[in-house]
Nanobody
């Protein structure tokens, strides 16, 4: 059974930083491309970042480029999203994704 478990969300002030993690099991993590998506209240789920199985190919949405960094540790079967210079518009539930599978999400709230 494929499982994706996100963690690390929370409340942070504008301009602050946060790192969310996603631990994967039940699939060949080290050969799988991984993605982060987010969904804000009343909005559709949107792509945030992706990383290839070997960490060489990385992509970001324009809205987070130069502020967020995706990385992975295949030995720990974990993918990370480091979020810096956070803005209120980054407030959303952040989801980990591999092919058609999704985690339960972790809430990130950016507010003073």
């Amino acid at each position: 059974e494929v499982q994706l478990v996100e963690s690390g969300g929370g409340l942070v002030q504008p301009g602050g930083s946060l790192r969310v993690s996603c631990a994967g099991s039940g699939f060949p993590f080290s050969s799988s491309n991984m993605n982060w998506f987010r969904q804000a209240p009343g909005k559709e789920r949107e792509f945030v970042a992706s990383i290839s199985w070997n960490g060489i190919r990385i992509g970001y949405s324009d809205s987070v480029k130069d502020r967020f960094t995706i990385s992975r540790d295949n030995a720990k079967r974990t993918v990370y999203l480091q979020m810096n210079s956070l803005k209120p518009e980054d407030t959303a539930v952040y989801y980990c994704n591999v092919v058609k599978f999704w985690g339960q999400g972790t809430q990130v709230t950016v507010s003073s």
